[in-house]
């Protein structure tokens, strides 16, 4: 049952004389074949995909937006996580399509590279791996901040000059990095434990909050406008909190080493969309009722603990305490994993030096292509910037989900002999169409702060390209 | 000669395992598909370790495949980058039809083997893999049994005898073919014990019991105890896996 790879015909070489590696001759359920009686084993199921799919987005929308999300858009916030999901799985179907076209490591970068040409792949690829590195920097000052709330609430406040979630999201940095390289414990399964566990607390609380919420327990919610702020800040708030939904891509960033990939990749993408958007809406609701959103916008990126005090007291503080160490911590692990794979799949196609990708004797980890995502991740982090980390990492990622719905329409348009997708979405060309205008319409609600730096690192990427990539050329048969 | 027993020979190929003295010859009727494997932790991605260790790992394999042919074995030989090596080797038995799995380990000058028999099921197989690998040597093949609760002295007796017939019937000369039985509480330690006294071990592939998940396979414990080579002969793959991996092709 081979399936016929892409055809492609890597060729050219960088400025340092290197030539992007040999395309693989099949794909299969179990494996990635290469010539030579040379397999790459796949080893990541069903659960494994939904594990890295909602992992890494559940940690953001629940745990860090929903008190800045209200302050902006008020109750209405639920809608812009609404408008998020809706983007976000307008993206995932021509992600699944693609990716079960081109099961191969990289995402959306490889399907881009292969089907637009090397220098949007160039600009999507750095685009990838720095967006990835914007999300974890995110994630981990949202952990620094679940950290001080522990320490606050078993009374040990830190006085020290600088801010102390900041230095503990610096902490838990080199922490992440050094274990990525120096550790060798299956972390897969761990990730799927983590994640089992937080989706279990999460239903017990938010069914809780919801019936409360809906008068069952005879408490009183403050009625609210539910557009407080007005419309437009609905929009921008959706571009603020869209963060929260960039796991999905990290599934077809792994597409290489999914089991069965025709079946399990589109599972895995568009189920963890659809997972996370209800409980991202659900929590919302929830949050506001609680509180009303004025009172929520106050509490900060903690402020989901203090929903769970005021609903459940302080044993329902603790359990949100928890599970959000939990989520930030897999998230901003999730993203540091991906942001490797991302360098390595650059080096694999000579975009950047092969000795990025290089696997490190002793522990067989890559080394350098972990520390090329730790090392930024930590001056970002420094940077304490929350709404603009954010926004950048959703800028990279809008580009990229934007270019695959053209990816995809171009490839249906021309349909190349090889292209044999096992899943192929409904709707097109509209619905990619609409995905794609979508994608590029939201970041124009942003700060112009994440505008221009998003600006300047495609611009910065671009010039990498027309530098470094010499006569490489990854577009395929189209 | 009858048909070659495939026989599968895994190597962790870049962790310094080698092909272990007299493994070559001991499989010098046998069609080996060498599978040399590395695994690697879940950070790095499969292709990332082949770009940089696949010419290292397939020079050893070219050394091993030498050594295969110039024995008389016939060769397949794969390398597989892994996360998961336990899947890695079942889908390898699935794939090539593999009758046995070898457990590698130093067998010099082997002179006897023990044959370890459980019970009917699987007879067939244990048969074609001790006759198609030894039918023209003059090693030592001694059936063993350890009589379990229950079980008669004729039935254990029908059970070795059926299985010498067989082999005979496959070629083996009856005059090399020994029997011998024990009776002990713990089956599997008597089988280690009594296999030090032999150079080589076949055995049958275990059923996964509720044990198994506390103290291992005990094919496996097997293998760690017994300092030679250790031949687990597979079941027979479950009809319904063949019948999926048909309607898939």
Same mark, same amino acid.
């Given at each position: ?73 008020? &109750?209405? %916030?639920?809608? =812009?996580?609404?408008?998020?999901? *809706? ?7 021509? !992600? +699944?399509? @693609? ?123 403050? &009625?609210? %406008?539910?557009? =407080?702020?007005?419309?437009?800040? *609905? ?7 869209? !963060? +929260?939904? @960039? ?125 090329? %995502? ?105 | ?249």
């Amino acid at each position: 049952m081979d399936e016929p790879a892409v055809d492609v015909e890597t060729t050219g070489e960088n400025v340092a004389g290197e030539r992007p590696e040999d395309e693989p001759e099949a794909v299969t359920d179990d494996v990635t074949a290469h010539d030579d009686e040379v397999e790459l084993e796949r080893t990541i199921g069903l659960v494994g995909g939904l594990a890295i799919g909602i992992g890494t987005m559940i940690g953001a929308g629940i745990f860090v937006f929903p008190g800045l999300a209200a302050t902006e858009a008020g &109750p209405a %916030a639920s809608l =812009s996580f609404t408008i998020g999901g *809706v983007i976000a799985l307008l993206v995932a179907l021509p !992600t +699944s399509e @693609l990716a079960t076209a081109m099961p191969r490591s990289g995402g959306g970068y490889y399907f881009i590279s292969r089907s637009l040409g090397t220098a949007y792949g160039a600009i999507v690829g750095i685009g990838l791996w720095l967006g990835l590195v914007f999300a974890s920097a995110f994630y981990l000052v949202g952990l620094g901040h679940y950290v001080v709330a522990v320490l606050a609430e078993i009374g040990m406040g830190l006085s020290i000059p600088v801010a102390p979630h900041v230095v503990l999201g610096l902490t838990f940095g080199v922490i992440l990095t050094a274990l990525s390289i120096g550790g060798t414990e299956n972390t897969a399964s761990l990730q799927n434990i983590i994640v089992v566990v937080l989706l279990a607390i999460l239903t017990g609380f938010l069914t809780y909050g919801s019936l409360d919420a809906v008068g069952v327990f005879g408490r009183q919610t403050a &009625p609210e %406008a539910f557009f =407080s702020q007005g419309f437009f800040p *609905v929009l921008t708030t959706a571009a603020l909190v869209f !963060t +929260s939904y @960039l796991g999905f891509a990290q599934v077809a960033t792994v597409a290489g080493e999914i089991k069965q990939p025709s079946r399990n990749l589109p599972r895995a993408m568009i189920g963890s969309v659809i997972v996370v958007t209800v409980f991202y809406v659900v929590t919302i609701f929830v949050a506001t009722s609680a509180f009303g959103a004025d009172a929520l916008g106050r509490f900060g990126e903690t402020a989901m603990v203090e929903v769970a005090r005021e609903l459940l007291g302080l044993p329902g503080a603790v359990l949100i305490l928890f599970a959000g160490l939990l989520a930030t911590f897999s998230s901003a692990n999730a993203s540091i994993l991906s942001a490797s794979r991302s360098v390595y799949a650059l080096s694999r196609d000579a975009l950047l030096p092969r000795r990025a990708g290089q696997v490190n004797l002793r522990y067989g980890t890559p080394h350098v292509a972990l520390l090329m %995502a730790g090392g930024p991740i930590l001056v970002l982090v420094a940077t304490d910037r929350v709404e603009v980390l954010a926004e950048v990492a959703s800028f990279l990622h809008l580009v990229m989900y934007g270019l695959i719905c053209v990816a995809l329409i171009v490839l249906r348009r021309r349909d190349p002999e090889w292209y044999d997708p096992r899943y192929r979405m409904p709707g097109v060309p509209a619905l990619p169409a609409v995905g794609a205008v979508a994608s590029f319409a939201l970041i124009a609600f942003m700060n112009p702060t994440s505008i221009v730096v998003g600006i300047v690192i495609m611009l910065v990427s671009y010039l990498w390209y027309r530098y470094y990539a010499g006569t490489v050329e990854l577009k395929g048969d189209i | 000669m009858t048909d070659r027993p495939s026989v599968l020979v895994p190597i962790r190929v870049l962790e310094g395992e080698s092909l272990p003295e007299g493994v070559p010859e001991f499989l010098a009727n046998a069609h080996v598909v060498l599978l040399g494997y590395h695994a690697i932790p879940d950070q790095t991605a499969p292709g990332q370790a082949r770009m940089q260790f696949e010419e290292r790992a397939n020079r050893k394999l070219d050394q091993f495949e030498t050594a295969f042919n110039d024995a008389g074995a016939t060769v397949e030989r794969r390398l597989v980058f892994t996360h998961g090596p336990q899947k890695t080797i079942n889908r390898q038995i699935i794939e090539h039809d593999c009758l046995a799995v070898l457990v590698p380990n130093a067998v010099p000058t082997p002179e006897d083997v023990l044959v370890a028999v459980r019970g009917t099921v699987g007879l067939d197989r244990l048969a074609r893999v001790v006759g198609g690998l030894f039918d023209d040597s003059d090693l030592g093949i001694t059936l063993y049994h350890v009589v379990g609760e229950g079980e008669t002295d004729e039935d254990v007796e029908m059970l070795l005898d059926s299985l010498r017939d067989r082999l005979v019937d496959l070629g083996v000369g009856a005059d090399r073919i020994g029997t011998r039985t024990d009776a002990a509480e713990e089956p599997l330690d008597r089988i280690v014990d009594t296999a030090e006294e032999f150079d080589a071990v076949v055995m049958g592939e275990s059923d996964p019991t509720l044990a198994t998940f506390v103290f291992g396979m005990p094919t496996d414990r097997v293998a760690e105890r017994f300092l030679g080579p250790v031949l687990v002969v597979q079941r027979e793959p479950p009809k319904e896996e063949a019948e999926e991996e048909a309607a898939e092709e």
